[in-house]
């Protein structure tokens, strides 16, 4: 399985409709860095929509394809395009720059009546055509499933189930799954929301069900309640045992160093700091932070790879000598 990092399209909402070509670039490199390569950028609403919708508060699409040039060869980076603003232009142009894919988006139901000419339009164009299945819930698993194989037909690469309202349980997300991994043979993904905080708990589901793609935005930011976290989602996964691939500790240097800082000027919250998520992932209590802190400062050491050293050990009651113990043998 793998992460699809949409912190540059979905999360733009929380700027406007897209970030600035810095963060922009600063996301793209942080993501690379660590081993998230599926990535898609540019405005929030989609390639075209600067034009035809009036979703201006972003770059124009030929400044995110530009400024995205020098990292194209380092990973799959693409864009989304609502099937309802299809025009061959917008494929044409993402071709030329040689995006990696395009991801074709319509509501649930209504694939069938506008999504075969963008998908055929991709594929023809020399892209990989994901595909996402908006409001999913609105229809039944079998509808899904049902329209999701069809769709396959046309030539997807991939496709993903949007629970775009965040109101999906476990148990339907898991129903969903199920039905789209057994109707198709590509790729299966699942894009969560947080609205009823279950995005977390909704990919482990969708997972666990068969789902091989998860979609992410850094720090939670997309529209609304936010998506899946990133560094939340590989957390879990790696206690899995999955998404080895990706560097975690060098995501939340990342996060911290970077892009936490830089959003502060954009008075976003973070819902869980990287230090809380190494607590949660390493089964240590805050009322050890204190100290850790300390020996970390001390002795030259990661307090985050110090606490999962640590707690590898003793979770219930490590000592100050445990902890510069184990910061002697990270050195």
Same mark, same amino acid.
């Given at each position: 399985m793998y992460f699809f990092d949409c912190t540059m399209r979905d999360g733009g909402n929380v700027v406007g409709c897209g970030f600035d070509a810095e963060l922009t670039k600063m996301m793209v490199e942080g993501l690379l860095d660590n081993g998230i390569t599926t990535i898609e950028l540019g405005n929030a609403k989609g390639i075209g929509a600067y034009e035809i919708d009036g979703a201006t508060d972003a770059l124009t699409d030929e400044e995110y394809l530009d400024l995205v040039q020098p990292y194209l060869k380092r990973g799959s980076i693409g864009m989304f395009l609502n099937a309802k603003r299809f025009s061959q232009k917008y494929v044409d142009l993402a071709a030329s720059k040689g995006l990696g894919f395009l991801r074709v988006g319509a509501n649930a139901g209504s694939g069938p009546k506008i999504s075969v000419e963008p998908i055929h339009a991709v594929k023809k164009a020399g892209m990989v055509c994901h595909y996402s299945l908006m409001k999913a819930y609105v229809s039944t698993a079998k509808e899904l499933a049902e329209e999701a194989k069809f769709l396959e037909g046309e030539g997807l690469d991939a496709i993903t189930i949007m629970d775009s309202a965040g109101t999906m349980l476990p148990e339907q997300v898991t129903?969903?799954?199920?039905? =789209?991994? /057994?109707?198709?043979?590509? +790729?299966?993904?699942?894009?969560?929301?947080? &609205?009823?905080?279950?995005?977390?708990? &909704?990919? @482990?589901?969708?997972?666990?069900?068969?789902?091989?793609?998860? *979609?992410?935005? $850094?720090?939670?930011?997309?529209? %609304?309640?936010? &998506?899946?976290?990133?560094?939340?989602? @590989?957390? =879990?996964?790696?206690?899995?045992?999955?998404?080895?691939?990706?560097?975690?500790?060098?995501? $939340?240097?990342? $996060?911290?160093?970077? =892009?936490? +800082?830089?959003?502060?000027?954009?008075?976003?919250? @973070?819902?869980?700091? +990287?230090? *809380?998520?190494? =607590?949660?992932?390493?089964?240590?209590? %805050?009322?050890?932070? /204190?100290?850790? /802190?300390?020996?970390?400062?001390e002795e030259g050491v990661p307090l985050y790879q110090l606490i999962a050293a640590v707690s590898a050990v003793n979770q219930d009651n490590p000592s100050e000598a445990l902890m510069r113990e184990k910061a002697q043998s990270l050195k």
């Open positions: 129903e969903y799954t199920e039905s =789209l991994v /057994k109707a198709v043979k590509i +790729p299966v993904g699942f894009h969560c929301h947080n &609205n009823l905080g279950l995005s977390a708990a &909704n990919a @482990v589901a969708a997972w666990r069900a068969g789902a091989t793609i998860l *979609d992410g935005g $850094l720090l939670g930011m997309a529209r %609304s309640a936010g &998506n899946l976290a990133t560094e939340v989602g @590989v957390a =879990l996964l790696q206690r899995y045992g999955e998404a080895k691939e990706v560097n975690f500790w060098g995501l $939340l240097n990342f $996060l911290d160093t970077k =892009l936490i +800082p830089a959003m502060k000027e954009h008075n976003y919250h @973070v819902a869980i700091r +990287p230090l *809380d998520l190494v =607590l949660g992932m390493t089964g240590t209590h %805050s009322s050890f932070v /204190k100290t850790f /802190k300390k020996v970390a400062a």
